[in-house]
């Protein structure tokens, strides 16, 4: 799918200068719509200058004018030449410098709220290497006291859209969770809707099922009649002379 050069800058601009949905500009700009918020609020792409497609003939006005008219109009990028045939990135992802120290707390925040990624695909997000993922994980890195989880959209380390991929991806190949530890851990909406909805004993109490408190198998009780507790033995035909 064709993008406009530059297009976070591109999102910048329309965001600040058009009334265009966060949708439009998202499909537009082949970003998550998420994203496009960020941008908005503030929490992404801060310090990036707006880049102005009308002035760069990637969009016509006339688009811009019927997107605002029409929320559901789909912007139409113009032809441009430079960016046919253009390839997914391949290798590591280039990290400014400026946000370069921004990766361990991406790389914790993916570790803690996302366990099911692998080290390859976190080091593909953020541009990091293994040996600094391993040692977050088993929080052996020299500045693990003063790393706080931040989510690595929100520092512009990946966009949202790479992230639900990768989640998603990770997801299929652990579809089922098996134990209550597992539970606990965020797994995808997938496998979350794909549980039962009847919550499982925990393992300490298994085998207890069927535990009742009540005997259903109770001796019965034997009847007995008022006469027979004046039955006594009786005595013998000759008694004792106290006599002899």
């Known amino acids: 799918m064709n ?3 530059m297009a976070k800058a591109t999102a910048v601009w329309l965001v600040d200068n058009t009334t265009l949905s966060f949708k439009q500009i998202a499909d537009f700009c082949n970003m998550h719509e ?7 609020d503030g929490d992404v792409a801060a310090g990036v200058k707006g880049f102005d497609p009308v002035a760069s003939n990637q969009l016509d006005e006339g688009e811009i ?6 929320p559901a109009y789909t912007l139409k990028l ?3 030449p430079a960016a046919e045939g253009e390839e997914l990135r391949r290798g590591p992802r280039y990290t400014p410098l400026s946000k370069r120290q921004d990766r361990p707390a991406a790389i914790l925040w993916l570790v803690k709220f996302h366990p099911e990624l692998t080290d390859a695909q976190i080091s593909r997000l953020v541009g990091t290497t293994k040996p600094t993922i391993s040692a977050i994980r088993d929080r052996s890195h020299w500045n693990i006291a003063n790393i706080s989880p931040i989510d690595p959209v929100a520092l512009g380390l990946c966009r949202q859209s790479e992230l639900d991929a990768a989640v998603q991806k990770a997801a299929k190949s652990k579809p089922e969770v098996m134990s209550d ?7 995808s909406t997938e496998s979350s809707l794909a549980m039962p909805d009847e919550p499982r004993l925990p393992s300490s109490i298994a085998g207890l099922e069927n ?6 198998d109770a001796k019965p009780t034997r009847e007995r009649d008022a006469d027979s ?10 008694e004792d002379d106290p006599a002899g």
């Open 78 to 80: 113009k032809h441009n």
């Open 65 to 70: 004018a019927r997107g605002q008219k029409d």
């Open 229 to 238: 507790f004046f039955n006594l033995p009786e005595a013998d035909d000759e």
């Open 181 to 187: 530890d597992e539970r606990r851990k965020l797994v």
């Open 211 to 216: 535990f009742s408190l009540t005997r259903e």
């Open 34 to 40: 998420l994203e496009v918020q960020g941008i908005a």
């Open 3 to 5: 993008k406009p050069l």
